[in-house]
């Protein structure tokens, strides 16, 4: 079964910084656009960064830009995060998906349009 699967989350003090990864099982990114998105308690699930499969671009939400860095490895088998200078409204399950990243519009298009959901990660950062 194609699944995405995520790892490196954990509690963290404000300030800090954690490097999630995203990892395929079943299918191989060479072809796919992949977004990170983090659900809190009681909120929707948002999208914060997404990678472009065929020129390595990026985007990034408001709310994480300047502070996370969306990579992928050469071998294109893992997308990473990397999260620096966390605060406590960093705290979520974060999650990676397979989708369009148009970079260009500055857009990650709607939720509905992304596939091989994993189970998360939990990011907690303390005040």
């Known amino acids: 079964q194609a699944q995405l699967g995520e790892s490196g989350g954990g509690l963290v003090q404000s300030g800090g910084a954690l490097r999630l990864s995203c990892v ?16 809190s308690p009681g909120k929707e699930r948002e999208g914060i960064s997404c990678i472009n499969s065929s020129d390595g ?8 830009k300047g502070r996370f860095t969306i990579s992928r490895n050469n071998a294109k088998t893992t997308v990473y995060l990397q999260m620096n ?6 705290t979520a399950v974060y999650y990676c ?6 970079t260009a519009a500055q857009s990650m298009g709607f ?12 990011v907690t950062v303390s005040s």
Do not use: H, M, N
Not at 24 to 39: E, H, K, P, V
Not at 57 to 64: H, I, K, L, N
């Open 24 to 39: 395929a099982s079943g299918f191989t990114l060479d072809y796919y656009d992949i977004g990170w998105f983090r659900q």
């Open 57 to 64: 671009s990026t985007y990034y939400a408001d709310p994480v």
């Open 85 to 90: 200078s966390l605060k406590p409204e960093d």
């Open 97 to 102: 998906a397979a989708g369009p990243c148009y």
């Open 111 to 122: 939720i509905s349009d992304y596939d091989y959901w994993g189970q998360g990660t939990q």
